[in-house]
Every structure is written in structure tokens, then in C-alpha cells.
């Protein structure tokens, strides 16, 4: 049975390599032609590769073995075939067997004296990153590592002299010779020695000759030495033909092996372009077409290598950023593509976008359509079992707010095998997203599919037209704080073209300040040593260096006929001095033009007409247009356009292939024209596409009409404002904002003065939607001024309750929340609602007694059988959840009354998302008030009750309100607290996602600081997320909030270290705006963390003082209050000195110690997790205070257990504390020692 295929690795003689080739390459002339042809290519490029090896050999030798200052060549010894060996690689069936199959392919070169070996590789990300066919594999991406190194003292090659480079040259250029031939160039010398010339001389010489050089002015002499027979002539290709005739015959082209090194290396990397001949069927007109290699890069080694260096940094887990400036033209887009297959290769993914310049408001649709592509990216890239881990966090992180998530990236549902995209409101109505909002749930997003194994690149081409809102989006992503670290962002820009203030320097600047690393590059043109070399002078006087105008400039050389290809020689050939003296423009948009113009005539206006759309254009659009009379060759035209070069056909559309030929294209049209034929073709569009759905092509329409919007006619400008509505109505369902403003503005404008009576409903959705977008892009008095037109014009207050809603929330967001409170009042009022300006406490407690009445026989399962409310009602409550916000700052003396009104529609008309709000409301307010367990009991199912009916509305918005108030106030009563953080971590997120939920986002927040602390979270993780809180905060301009979370952080920092290595970043202060209302809670705040601080820092005496203060307050909330007692009572025991002065007298601990045992036995009852362990703590001291021994000890024991039970770690170590000085205070010092060692480990964590 035959042995499995193996590779074996064997060093063979290059002699012996040499006539083993010349066997194969006997052996292929018997093939077919095509085949031959192949085979022979093969065998150019093997016979190339050890080229490249032999020759960084033998200057790898100079460089070791160089002295000060040779007299002769170093190489004259080693320079021939029997100084090197080939190390090759053959794949075989039987081992041993070398001779029956030859090699495949070469693994290096060894030169045997001096000792040196090279090994020849292709990396790895090359070989995986092209297909496998022998064609797409030709070029050779080879990189060569020597040994031994050279020492790091070693000289170079400059100190030799220039007689010993051109004989080098001259020596080398015989051994390619040989190698490539199998034969030596020159006739057998008397010594025998047949493999050319003597290596210690020169090639004999056979006659001198006198030559004048009319450039220089003055004679010269050529040595010609004698004849062989050229490797052109022997069928080898004219580039490894004239390469060796250059070095044998010593032309000034190779001064030294370096030269020559770079040429093999160019023939091996790109060999269609240099080292093979060209094929007949680039002939095109009679003449050989200039063939350039697309996706080439030349000349840009150290900045592939700069970008490669700083991906590489992301994949180690740091967000960083690279942008890379330059011409037009210079390659930026290039040296980006350069990365892209290493990070395919890496398991990363990649997503592009080009920002158009037709795009009116550079919008931030750009941003989300990259984000979107990235869910069909996952979808492809990942195993199945990568792709369960994905969706399975992605709904576990979007659980309540997954429509939010599907909206921005409608592909997300492409994750989910049995997932239905979920439905989104219509425009007019929905919550509006801003761009803060849009952040902060890509962001999650974000957190979840990127990964080291999975790292995302971002490369956004062009960014001088960039919005400042997709730049402020970017920054959001690559400075978020709790990322994975694992995101690469890549802007190219014309740096020419941006001034200061630019939106780029902003995003610049904005990273720096936030720590992220950002790396800034700028490409300049080639250096002549990177442009063809004997036409390098011309061609950099001309581009100086811009890759894509030499590139132009070369290609009209070749149609003026200054630039031709000769068969004969099989190389090109130009006149320098015609070249010189020939007018051709120095500018590559003229040069394109020109090109153009020569095309037929329909094939200019279909570039003109795309060029109109920008870079791309769409598929939807070409149809339409093909659909007209005028454009029903349309097609045609393009594909003339795509033989020409111009343009290429992608997935969704056409492309052109640069923007310059973009711009190119467009400069054909006249600038005094171009407002007419964007107008024309708008209007052409429109009447084709009229009566179908333009979803997918609404913007390109519109952009056409808008960009002439001063030629629409009066009887047309009705039917375009709608136009510009629908599209600033799409734009909204992506959230992109701005965008919607511009169009949205386009409409307010084309709507005529009479608007509201000739075209109410038109004018009465403008209006509106024009309004939201205004607010959403911060443009807040515009949107007062649409509003209050609408108020005035609305013909009832139906058609007013959307303007309503969003004035007040504007006045609320403005602080100006008494007008809020007002205004809602009076809508009430209009909708048949009577809102009482105050009530007494007698009425206020009777109306929530039979609130509770009617709750007490209401079950779960009856609110979830219960039907929804109908059309009337459902405004009243939204109105009715609005005021209640309000009242919490501006009259919260009017909140259980809001509440319980609220309650009693939901029971007689039926539920709504709003019903949930109000119960969970109605529950977190009696909390507060109740003193008997049996009504917390009752209250807490009520709530409990409500979280059941969120989802059956499964409404994002309502999340962050339910959550603040259940799991703020109700659920720390009967859930354990850990899961009350977890669910104000969710409802902070879900709020800051969605839209105007943002404030209650805020509020989740400050409860989620303060029981995080209380149910004892590491304090610098808790000092960590804190800061991130508040930095979402201050970028969402939050003051209210702020000084609340300030106060905990102060109070975290100051535990951790007295304040000492964590200084403070936010500022506590009142806003200046602030009510009384405000000011009492923040100083019930304030009081609380000063409490805090000084109990657990041992100021027993100021801690006393400001407990005492604090439970004074009528704010104080009902857990706060427990909290509070709890650290009182405990401070008792500490024997707190009267302020008397003479410290004979003690605060007495069993009056506070009876009123907190009693407050924490009763709420232990309904959750033993969450306050058994205080109790067991307070008997315990209790008893050690009246020395009761055992009874202490006992009581430690369970305090300790309880709180271990409940992960409590701080008061488990304030357990072990406690009961330390318990055994102190009876001599057991051993004892006490232990339990103080166990408090400071638990402390520690």
C-alpha cells in the first residue's frame, strides 16, 4: 500500500537544480500550449526566487565581510553556481524516491562559502488571503530571513568603490545568466573553467569605441566585450533578458547589488506586470495598451507597516484610531485595502464606508448602514456555536429594548433564527432617538461582537465630507469607557481640502482628551527612486508623485503615441526630448475630462447623469431612469462606460472608480447648468417613480429636485414639500436626525402662506415632525416657533395633543418646569380632566385607601386578561405620566393623587404601557407611608403585579420608568438588592437608548450607586462605574442628576482612601435653576452620604449628629430610612460623648437601638435576604453592651452567617468587626485577632 503524501524539504546544488529544470521544462514542450505557457511562468518564477536568494546572499556577504576599504570585488570567489545549494520542497507518494518528481516550489538559498542561508517565505496572511488558483497565486509576496545576522557593528556597502559595485554586477549578471539559460554566456576559456569569464577579471575585452553624447557635450569611450547570445533570443522574457544584459554589459541602470535586488523583487511581487511578457490581447487599436496593476501598492512599505503596527495594538485590546491625509489621488484608499486581508485573515471584521460628497447633510446614515453591514458580517464569519453565544447576549443585554436595537440595524434580526423583525411605530408618533441615544446603543452593541478573536475595523474613505454628528458618534465609540477594546477606526481625508475647525480636528482633539490613541499619517507623493526610472524625472516634475495622476499622465503618453510598446525589443519606448517638449497638463482632473470628451456622446451623459449621485448609484435608480424614454439605453451607455474604465458594476448598483473621475465626470456639466440638469433629472425621476413605493430611492430623488429647489414651479411645490416629508420621515426611522432637518426644512419652506387652510394635514405633520427634529438636533427655539404655530392654527385639541406633549417636555427639559406643570394641567383640563391645585390630607389619604380598595381585588392574572383602553382615554394618560414626572420636582405633594387618577381610568376604561407606570407609581409612594407589614405586602404585589404587565406591551420607553420605581423603592423590600442593581443597570441602559427616557435613565442611575453600596459591591469597581455614570451625564448636559451621584461618589472615594488617591472630577453644586423641592432632596442626599462617611471612617460623633439630622427629614425615602437607623443604632454602642463638654455624659443607645430593631424586624419579615443579618448585627451589640456573653456570641454567629448568606461582604466583615471587639472587651485576644484578620479580608474584597 503506497506511503500517504508527505512534504519533504532537500537541499540540492544549484548546479544539480539547474539541469533537473532544464529536464522539466524539456518534459512540458510535449503538454498543450495553454498549458506549456503556464508551466513555463511556473518554471520564470521558481528560477526568479532563487534569484531574489542568491542575490540578498551575496549582499548580505558584502556587508559581513566588507573591509574599510577594498581594492577588489568580495565576490569575486563566491559569485558562482557552485557556491549555492537550493533548498526546495517536493510532494511525493514514496519516500526517498527525489529523482522520479521534481520539486514544487523553492524554501530557500544556502551559500557555501562564506556559511550564510536564506530562508524565502510568504507570509502567511498572503497565502490565506487569495484563492487557490495557480493564476491568482502567481505574484510572490516573499520576505527573506538570513543567517547568521549580521552584527549589529557591521559596516555597509557604501565604503566600497564604484568599479567594485559594477563588478559585482557584472559577476552576478553571469550567474543569472546560467541559471536561467543553463549555459554560461561566454565561450570556454583555456583553464577549462566553461562557465564564463575568469571571477578574478573582467570578460575580455574586444574593441574600444569613440561615442559622442549630444546631451552631455563631450565624448565618452565604451568597452565592448564579447558577444553572447542574448536570453531574449534563448525565448525568455524581455524584462529577465534585459535585466541580465544591463549586468553583464555594466549599464549605469545597476550601480550596485541593492538596485538590483529591488528590480527582482519588483518582477517577483507583481509578475504579469514585470516579469512576464505582455499577451496579445492587450493590443488594442494597433498598439499595446498600458497594463496597471490594480491594488498594487508601490512605494508605501513603512506606511503598510505603520497601520499594520497599530492594528495589531487594537487586537491587544485598546480602541485606537489612525487617519490617514493626503491628495486626492495619493493612495490613502490603497494603503487601506493593504490591511484589510490581514485582518480578514485575523478573524476581524471589516466594514467600509465612502462618505459622498453629493450628500447634502453627510448624514449619519453613513455610520448605521456600516454598523448594519456588520450584522451580515457576524452572520457569515461565525461557527454556529459563536453566533448562539452572540444572540444569546444580545438579548440578554436588549431584552426590553431589542425594537430600539432592530431599528438602528434592521440585519440584527439576521442573528436570530426564529426572531420576527420587530415592528417600529410610525414616524410621526414614535420616540425620537438623538444622536446620544444612537451612541450609547451601538455602543452595547458593540461591547458584545467585538472580542480579540474578533476585532472590528472601521474605515471611513473621505471624511472631509463627513457630518459633525457621524465624527461625535465615532469618538462616542472608540472612547467608551466599558468596551471591549477591540474597535479600529480608519479615516482618510484630503487634507487639503479641510480648514481649521474642521469636525476631523474636533474628533481628533476629542480622543486625545479621552485617552484614546490616535495615529496621524500624511502620504505624499512617491519618490522618483518608487516611478518607472527612466521616465521618473518627467513623470515627478509632472505629478510630483501623486500615484493616480502618474498614472493618468503614463496612460495619455500611450494615446499621444509618446509612450509605445516595441514587439521587437519586447519592452516600452519613448523619445525623452518629445516627451519633455510635448504641452500635457499638470492637472489630473483636466486629463480625465479630456479622456471623456473623446467618448461617444451618450456615454458622456451617462457619467454626467451618475455623477450627479455621487460615487454610487443606485440600482433603483438606474431602473427608473431605464424606464424613461429619454434614458431607455441607459444600460447600455453605462456598460460603455465600464469598458472605458470610469465606472464598475457593484452588488446594489454602479461605482466610479475614483473621485476624481467622479468629479471629473461632474465638471462636464457647466457649473451656470448644473442646478438645471440636478433639477431635471430630479423631475424625470420623480415622474417615473410616481405612484411605487420609494423607499429605496426617496433620498436620491429628493436630493436631485432640492438641489435645483429654486426652478419648482408654484402648482409643484405642494407635491415636493410632501416629497421632503417622507423623506425626512424615513430618515427619522433611522434615527438620523439631521438629515430629516434638512428635508424637513425643505418642506416647511415649500408649503405656501396659506398652507394651514389649503393643506391642513400636510401642514399640521410638517409641522410637527419638523418641530421633533429640530429638538432632536438641539435646535430648540426653532422648534418653539413650529410649535406655537401649530397651537395657534390646530383646529381642536386632538390635532394639538402631539405639539402639546413635546412643548412640555421641551419646558421640562429647559427647567422651566412650572410652565410644564401648568401647561399639562390645562390640556387635562381640554381632554375633560380636572387637576386640583392642592388637596388636604384627609382627602389625598382617602382617595388612596380606595385606590387600594379597588387594587385589593385585583389579581395578576385579571390585569393581564384586562383589555386595552381605548382611543380617548390612552392621551389622557400620557398627559396624566408626563405631569407625574413633573410633580416629582414641582409638586410631589400631588403625586399619589396623579397616581391613583391614573389607576382608577386604567380599572374603568382599560390598560395601557402608561397603566404600568402609574401602578408601579401608585406602589413605590405607599411604600413610603406604610407602617404595617401586611400593606408593604400588599403594596410590593401591586408592583410586582405591574412589572407583569410591562411585558405584555413590551414598550422600551416605559422600562426605565417602571424599573425606577419598582426596583428603586418597592422591590428592596422583597427582592434581594443585588437583583434590584441588576435591573436598574438594564433600565439605565434601555433609557438612555431610547429617546426621551433619558432623565428616568438618570434616576435608575443614582439608585443603583446607592444600593450597589449598600449591598457591599467592590467600592473601586463601584468608584469606576460611578465615574462612567456621570460621564454619560455631563455628555447628555445632565445637571439635575449629577449633584445626587456626585454626593455617593464623594462617599465611595472618601471609604476607599479618605478621598487621598481619587480626586474628584464633578461638581456638586446646584444647578442654578433649582426649586425647593430639588434643594431639600439634594440636601437629604448631601446629609445621608456625610452620615455614611463618617460611620465607616469612625467619626462616631459626627455621624450621630448627622443622622440625627437626616431622619428629621419629611423626603426621607422609607429604605433610607431603615439604612440610616441600622448605622445609627450600631454608632450608639460606640459610647458617643454628649456636646456638654465634660464627656461624663453618653448618648444612650436603646431608644435609637428599639426604634431601628423594630423598623428592621418588620421589613425582615417580607425579605430575611436583605435585612436579617442588620438585626442579628443590632441584637448582637445589644447584647454586648448589657454583657450578655453567649447571647452575643450567638447573635455574632448569625450576623456573620447571614450576611455571608446574602453576600453582604462589607457587613460580614462589619460582623467579624464588631465581634472582634466583643472578644477584645472580654480578654479573648486570640480570638478577636482572628475575627479581625476575617473583617479585613472582607474588606478588602
Given at each position: 500500500m503506497a506511503d500517504e503524501a508527505c512534504v519533504h524539504n532537500i537541499n540540492v546544488p544549484l548546479q544539480k537544480w539547474i539541469q533537473e529544470e532544464a529536464k522539466r521544462e524539456a518534459l512540458q514542450k510535449t503538454q498543450r500550449w495553454d498549458e506549456t505557457i503556464q508551466l513555463e511562468k511556473q518554471s520564470s518564477l521558481r528560477k526568479t526566487t532563487v534569484a531574489y536568494g542568491i542575490v540578498e546572499l551575496l549582499r548580505h556577504a558584502r556587508i559581513v565581510s566588507n573591509g574599510p576599504q577594498p581594492s577588489t570585488s568580495i565576490l569575486a570567489g563566491e559569485c558562482n553556481v557552485d557556491n549555492f545549494v537550493v533548498l526546495t520542497s517536493s510532494q511525493f507518494q514514496t519516500a526517498g524516491d527525489f529523482s522520479q518528481l521534481p520539486w514544487d516550489d523553492v524554501g530557500g538559498v544556502n551559500m557555501v562559502s562564506p556559511s550564510l542561508s536564506a530562508q524565502i517565505i510568504e507570509p502567511s496572511f498572503v497565502i490565506d488571503s487569495v484563492d487557490d488558483n495557480i493564476q491568482n497565486r502567481m505574484g510572490r509576496y516573499l520576505e527573506v530571513y538570513i543567517s547568521p545576522p549580521p552584527p549589529t557593528d557591521a559596516g555597509d556597502t557604501g565604503s566600497a568603490s564604484l568599479a567594485s559595485d559594477f563588478n559585482d554586477c557584472h559577476l552576478f549578471g553571469v550567474l543569472l545568466y546560467e541559471l536561467y539559460s543553463g549555459m554560461a554566456p561566454f565561450p570556454s576559456n583555456p583553464s577549462g573553467n566553461n562557465r564564463g569569464s575568469s571571477p578574478e577579471e573582467e570578460p575580455p575585452r574586444k574593441r574600444s569605441t569613440v561615442r559622442y553624447d549630444k546631451k552631455k557635450g563631450k565624448s565618452y569611450s565604451t568597452l565592448q566585450k564579447k558577444p553572447y547570445t542574448p536570453l531574449k533570443e534563448l525565448g525568455f522574457s524581455s524584462s529577465i533578458s534585459t535585466l541580465v544584459q544591463n549586468l553583464i554589459d555594466g549599464h549605469d541602470e545597476y550601480p550596485s547589488l541593492d538596485s538590483v535586488s529591488s528590480d527582482i523583487h519588483l518582477l517577483l511581487g507583481d509578475p504579469d506586470c514585470f516579469l512576464f511578457d505582455l499577451d496579445s490581447y492587450n493590443v488594442q487599436g494597433g498598439s499595446m495598451q498600458l497594463q496597471i496593476k490594480k491594488g498594487k501598492l508601490y512605494?508605501?512599505?513603512?506606511?503598510?507597516?505603520?497601520?499594520?503596527?497599530?492594528?495589531?495594538?487594537?487586537?491587544?485590546?485598546?480602541?485606537?484610531?489612525?487617519?490617514?491625509?493626503?491628495y486626492s489621488g495619493s493612495g490613502k484608499t490603497m494603503l487601506v485595502q493593504s490591511l484589510i486581508a490581514r485582518v480578514d485573515v485575523a478573524g476581524g471584521y471589516v466594514l467600509t464606508q465612502k462618505v459622498e460628497q453629493m450628500s447634502k447633510e453627510s448624514p449619519l446614515l453613513d455610520v448605521l448602514s456600516a454598523f448594519n453591514e456588520l450584522c451580515i458580517l457576524i452572520r457569515c464569519k461565525s461557527s454556529p456555536r459563536e453566533l448562539l453565544v452572540i444572540s444569546n447576549k444580545l438579548m440578554n443585554d436588549f431584552e426590553s429594548d431589542f425594537s430600539v436595537l432592530a431599528r438602528l440595524l434592521p440585519n440584527i434580526n439576521t442573528l436570530f433564527h426564529q426572531r420576527a423583525k420587530p415592528t417600529t411605530e410610525d414616524a410621526?408618533?414614535?420616540?425620537?432617538?438623538?444622536?446620544?441615544?444612537?451612541?450609547?446603543?451601538?455602543?452595547?452593541?458593540?461591547?458584545?461582537?467585538?472580542?480579540?478573536?474578533?476585532?472590528?475595523?472601521?474605515?471611513?474613505?473621505?471624511?472631509?465630507?463627513?457630518?459633525?454628528?457621524?465624527?461625535?458618534?465615532?469618538?462616542?465609540?472608540?472612547?467608551?469607557?466599558?468596551?471591549?477594546?477591540?474597535?479600529?477606526?480608519?479615516?482618510?481625508?484630503?487634507?487639503?481640502?479641510?480648514?481649521?475647525?474642521?469636525?476631523?480636528?474636533?474628533?481628533?482633539?476629542?480622543?486625545?482628551?479621552?485617552?484614546?490613541?490616535?495615529?496621524?499619517?500624511?502620504?505624499?507623493?512617491?519618490?522618483?527612486?518608487?516611478?518607472?526610472?527612466?521616465?521618473?524625472?518627467?513623470?515627478?516634475?509632472?505629478?510630483?508623485?501623486?500615484?493616480?495622476?502618474?498614472?493618468?499622465?503614463?496612460?495619455?503618453?500611450?494615446?499621444?503615441?509618446?509612450?509605445?510598446?516595441?514587439?521587437?525589443?519586447?519592452?516600452?519606448?519613448?523619445?525623452?526630448?518629445?516627451?519633455?517638449?510635448?504641452?500635457?497638463?499638470?492637472?489630473?482632473?483636466?486629463?480625465?475630462?479630456?479622456?471623456?470628451?473623446?467618448?461617444?456622446?451618450?456615454?458622456?451623459?451617462?457619467?454626467?447623469?451618475?455623477?450627479?449621485?455621487?460615487?454610487?448609484?443606485?440600482?433603483?435608480?438606474?431602473?427608473?431612469?431605464?424606464?424613461?424614454?429619454?434614458?431607455?439605453?441607459?444600460?447600455?451607455?453605462?456598460?460603455?462606460?465600464?469598458?472605458?474604465?470610469?465606472?464598475?458594476?457593484?452588488?446594489?448598483?454602479?461605482?466610479?472608480?475614483?473621485?476624481?473621475?467622479?468629479?471629473?465626470?461632474?465638471?462636464?456639466?457647466?457649473?451656470?447648468?448644473?442646478?438645471?440638469?440636478?433639477?431635471?433629472?430630479?423631475?424625470?425621476?420623480?415622474?417615473?417613480?410616481?405612484?411605487?413605493?420609494?423607499?429605496?430611492a426617496i433620498f436620491q430623488v429628493a436630493d436631485q429636485i432640492n438641489h435645483g429647489i429654486s426652478l419648482i414651479q408654484p402648482e409643484m411645490r405642494v407635491e415636493f414639500a410632501g416629497l421632503n416629508f417622507s423623506a425626512g420621515s424615513r430618515a427619522i426611522n433611522f434615527s438620523d436626525n439631521k438629515t430629516a432637518y434638512s428635508y424637513l426644512k425643505n418642506a416647511f419652506a415649500l408649503l405656501p402662506r396659506n398652507s394651514w387652510s389649503s393643506h391642513y394635514e400636510l401642514s399640521l405633520r410638517v409641522f410637527l415632525l419638523y418641530a421633533k427634529s429640530a429638538y432632536s438636533c438641539g435646535k430648540v427655539k426653532k422648534a418653539y416657533k413650529a410649535l406655537k404655530t401649530i397651537l395657534q392654527k390646530g383646529r381642536c385639541v386632538n390635532d394639538k395633543l402631539d405639539a402639546y406633549l413635546l412643548h412640555v417636555t421641551i419646558l421640562h427639559a429647559c427647567e422651566e418646569r412650572a410652565e410644564a406643570y401648568t401647561t399639562c394641567c390645562e390640556v387635562l383640563s381640554q381632554l375633560n380632566e380636572t387637576v386640583p391645585d392642592s388637596t388636604d390630607n384627609g382627602t389625598m389619604a382617602e382617595i388612596v385607601k380606595r385606590t387600594g380598595d379597588m387594587l385589593s381585588n385585583i389579581s395578576e392574572v385579571d390585569l393581564m386578561d384586562m383589555k386595552e383602553t381605548d382611543s380617548a382615554i390612552y392621551p389622557i394618560l400620557k398627559f396624566y405620566n408626563l405631569l407625574n414626572c413633573i410633580a416629582f420636582w414641582e409638586k410631589p405633594e400631588m403625586m399619589p393623587f396623579i397616581g391613583c387618577r391614573m389607576i382608577y381610568l386604567t380599572l374603568e376604561r382599560g390598560v395601557c404601557q402608561y397603566s404600568v407606570f402609574s401602578l408601579t407609581h401608585y406602589a413605590a409612594i405607599l411604600c413610603h407611608q406604610c407602617t404595617h407589614v401586611l400593606n408593604l405586602q400588599e403594596v410590593c404585589r401591586v408592583g410586582k403585579a405591574a412589572l407583569s404587565l410591562l411585558k405584555r406591551f413590551g414598550s422600551s420607553e416605559m422600562v426605565p420608568r417602571v424599573y425606577f420605581c419598582y426596583y428603586g423603592f418597592v422591590a428592596q423590600y422583597t427582592e434581594p438588592l443585588q437583583l434590584c442593581t441588576d435591573n436598574l443597570r438594564k433600565g439605565f441602559e434601555v433609557g438612555i437608548s431610547s429617546g426621551d427616557s433619558a432623565i428616568y435613565a438618570f434616576y435608575n442611575s443614582i439608585h443603583l450607586i446607592r444600593l450597589a453600596?449598600?449591598?457591599?459591591?467592590?467600592?473601586?469597581?463601584?468608584?469606576?462605574?460611578?465615574?462612567?455614570?456621570?460621564?454619560?451625564?455631563?455628555?447628555?448636559?445632565?445637571?439635575?442628576?449629577?449633584?445626587?451621584?456626585?454626593?455617593?461618589?464623594?462617599?465611595?472615594?472618601?471609604?476607599?482612601?479618605?478621598?487621598?488617591?481619587?480626586?474628584?472630577?464633578?461638581?456638586?453644586?446646584?444647578?442654578?435653576?433649582?426649586?425647593?423641592?430639588?434643594?431639600?432632596?439634594?440636601?437629604?442626599?448631601?446629609?445621608?452620604?456625610?452620615?455614611?462617611?463618617?460611620?465607616?471612617?469612625?467619626?462616631?460623633?459626627?455621624?450621630?449628629?448627622?443622622?440625627?439630622?437626616?431622619?428629621?427629614?419629611?423626603?426621607?425615602?422609607?429604605?433610607?430610612?431603615?439604612?440610616?437607623?441600622?448605622?445609627?443604632?450600631?454608632?450608639?454602642?460606640?459610647?458617643?460623648?454628649?456636646?456638654?463638654?465634660?464627656?461624663?455624659?453618653?448618648?444612650?443607645?436603646?431608644?435609637?437601638?428599639?426604634?431601628?430593631?423594630?423598623?428592621?424586624?418588620?421589613?425582615?419579615?417580607?425579605?430575611?435576604?436583605?435585612?436579617?443579618?442588620?438585626?442579628?448585627?443590632?441584637?448582637?451589640?445589644?447584647?454586648?453592651?448589657?454583657?450578655?456573653?453567649?447571647?452575643?456570641?450567638?447573635?455574632?454567629?448569625?450576623?456573620?452567617?447571614?450576611?455571608?448568606?446574602?453576600?453582604?461582604?462589607?457587613?460580614?466583615?462589619?460582623?467579624?468587626?464588631?465581634?472582634?471587639?466583643?472578644?477584645?472587651?472580654?480578654?479573648?485576644?486570640?480570638?478577636?485577632?482572628?475575627?479581625?484578620?476575617?473583617?479585613?479580608?472582607?474588606?478588602?474584597?
Open positions: 512605494g508605501r512599505e513603512k506606511e503598510v507597516s505603520s497601520i499594520t503596527e497599530a492594528f495589531c495594538r487594537v487586537s491587544s485590546g485598546k480602541n485606537e484610531a489612525f487617519f490617514l491625509g493626503g410621526s408618533t414614535e420616540q425620537m432617538m438623538n444622536l446620544h441615544n444612537v451612541s450609547y446603543t451601538l455602543q452595547r452593541f458593540m461591547r458584545i461582537v467585538s472580542s480579540r478573536d474578533r476585532p472590528v475595523m472601521l474605515f471611513f474613505d473621505d471624511l472631509q465630507w463627513a457630518g459633525k454628528s457621524s465624527l461625535e458618534l465615532i469618538q462616542a465609540l472608540l472612547s467608551d469607557t466599558r468596551g471591549s477594546g477591540y474597535f479600529f477606526f480608519v479615516g482618510s481625508y484630503r487634507d487639503n481640502e479641510v480648514k481649521q475647525g474642521h469636525a476631523i480636528f474636533d474628533l481628533i482633539s476629542g480622543l486625545d482628551s479621552s485617552g484614546v490613541k490616535s495615529t496621524k499619517l500624511h502620504l505624499c507623493g512617491l519618490n522618483q527612486h518608487d516611478l518607472v526610472k527612466p521616465l521618473s524625472d518627467i513623470v515627478f516634475e509632472k505629478t510630483e508623485g501623486n500615484p493616480m495622476f502618474a498614472i493618468e499622465f503614463l496612460r495619455s503618453l500611450v494615446n499621444c503615441r509618446l509612450l509605445k510598446f516595441s514587439l521587437r525589443e519586447g519592452r516600452w519606448i519613448w523619445d525623452e526630448s518629445k516627451v519633455r517638449s510635448e504641452n500635457i497638463t499638470d492637472n489630473v482632473l483636466y486629463l480625465l475630462s479630456a479622456k471623456m470628451t473623446s467618448l461617444p456622446e451618450n456615454t458622456q451623459l451617462a457619467l454626467k447623469v451618475i455623477s450627479c449621485f455621487g460615487i454610487i448609484t443606485d440600482t433603483n435608480v438606474i431602473c427608473y431612469l431605464s424606464s424613461t424614454s429619454e434614458y431607455s439605453d441607459f444600460s447600455v451607455w453605462l456598460s460603455q462606460a465600464i469598458n472605458e474604465g470610469c465606472i464598475q458594476k457593484i452588488e446594489n448598483g454602479f461605482k466610479f472608480v475614483h473621485d476624481k473621475v467622479r468629479e471629473a465626470a461632474y465638471s462636464l456639466i457647466p457649473d451656470d447648468k448644473k442646478a438645471q440638469f440636478h433639477h431635471n433629472l430630479g423631475m424625470l425621476l420623480y415622474s417615473a417613480s410616481k405612484g411605487q413605493d420609494l423607499s429605496g453600596f449598600h449591598c457591599g459591591e467592590n467600592l473601586p469597581s463601584l468608584l469606576k462605574e460611578t465615574d462612567y455614570h456621570l460621564e454619560v451625564m455631563t455628555r447628555f448636559r445632565n445637571k439635575l442628576s449629577m449633584p445626587y451621584l456626585t454626593s455617593y461618589r464623594e462617599t465611595i472615594s472618601m471609604i476607599i482612601d479618605k478621598g487621598g488617591s481619587t480626586s474628584q472630577k464633578y461638581n456638586s453644586d446646584l444647578p442654578e435653576a433649582s426649586n425647593l423641592v430639588y434643594a431639600q432632596r439634594h440636601t437629604e442626599v448631601l446629609q445621608v452620604n456625610k452620615m455614611l462617611q463618617s460611620f465607616w471612617l469612625g467619626y462616631s460623633t459626627r455621624c450621630h449628629h448627622y443622622a440625627k439630622k437626616v431622619l428629621q427629614m419629611d423626603l426621607l425615602g422609607r429604605h433610607n430610612k431603615l439604612m440610616i437607623l441600622f448605622y445609627a443604632a450600631l454608632n450608639s454602642f460606640r459610647g458617643i460623648k454628649n456636646n456638654n463638654g465634660n464627656g461624663s455624659q453618653f448618648i444612650k443607645a436603646k431608644p435609637l437601638y428599639k426604634d431601628a430593631i423594630s423598623a428592621l424586624r418588620t421589613a425582615a419579615e417580607l425579605s430575611s435576604h436583605n435585612f436579617s443579618s442588620k438585626v442579628y448585627l443590632l441584637e448582637a451589640e445589644m447584647n454586648s453592651f448589657e454583657k450578655k456573653y453567649d447571647e452575643a456570641r450567638s447573635s455574632y454567629a448569625a450576623a456573620i452567617t447571614s450576611s455571608c448568606s446574602s453576600r453582604y461582604v462589607h457587613e460580614q466583615g462589619l460582623a467579624y468587626e464588631l465581634a472582634g471587639l466583643h472578644y477584645a472587651k472580654f480578654g479573648e485576644a486570640q480570638t478577636a485577632l482572628d475575627f479581625f484578620r476575617e473583617a479585613k479580608q472582607c474588606y478588602l474584597k
